[in-house]
């Protein structure tokens, strides 16, 4: 169950970081106005006293969420960016040089990156 559902968080790495990411802005977003400017959600956001106490911990939350999203967005474009470079070449050399690295950092993409590598693999006759 457990390589299923990391499986499934694999496959959807790019739209789970980003609504990951937007998740914490918007909690962020509440905790920032909440501690510093308190008018605005009473006024705007027509939130309560009760919410509002909660302000410092939605900022912490929130802060949290946002870098984990932004994290988690740059390391999978940061390793999409790496494997499709290194993919372009047609020297079975260069390729040979970081097929360690390729082949670990293709663990961590979606699985097209795995047969696209595969693909390259038998292309240029790598075992």
């Known amino acids: 169950m457990k ?3 990391i499986g499934f968080l694999r496959e959807y790495q790019f ?3 980003i609504i990951l990411t937007i998740i914490g802005f918007v909690i962020l977003f509440l905790g920032v106005t909440g ?3 308190k008018d605005i959600p009473e006024g705007f956001l027509n939130l309560n006293d009760d919410f509002l106490k909660w302000s410092f911990y939605l900022l912490v939350i929130g ?3 946002f870098v984990s ?3 988690y967005l740059y390391s999978f474009l940061k390793n999409r960016k790496f494997v499709l470079e290194e993919l372009r070449t047609n020297k079975r050399s260069e390729l040979l040089k970081r097929h360690g690295e390729l082949k670990n950092t293709v663990k961590h993409l979606p699985s097209k990156y795995q047969k696209m590598l595969k693909e390259k693999e038998e292309e240029l006759k790598i075992k």
Do not use: D, E
């Open 69 to 71: 999203g932004v994290w």
């Open 63 to 65: 802060f949290i969420v």
């Open 15 to 17: 739209f789970f970081s």
């Open 35 to 37: 501690i510093w400017f």
């Open 3 to 5: 390589m299923k559902i």
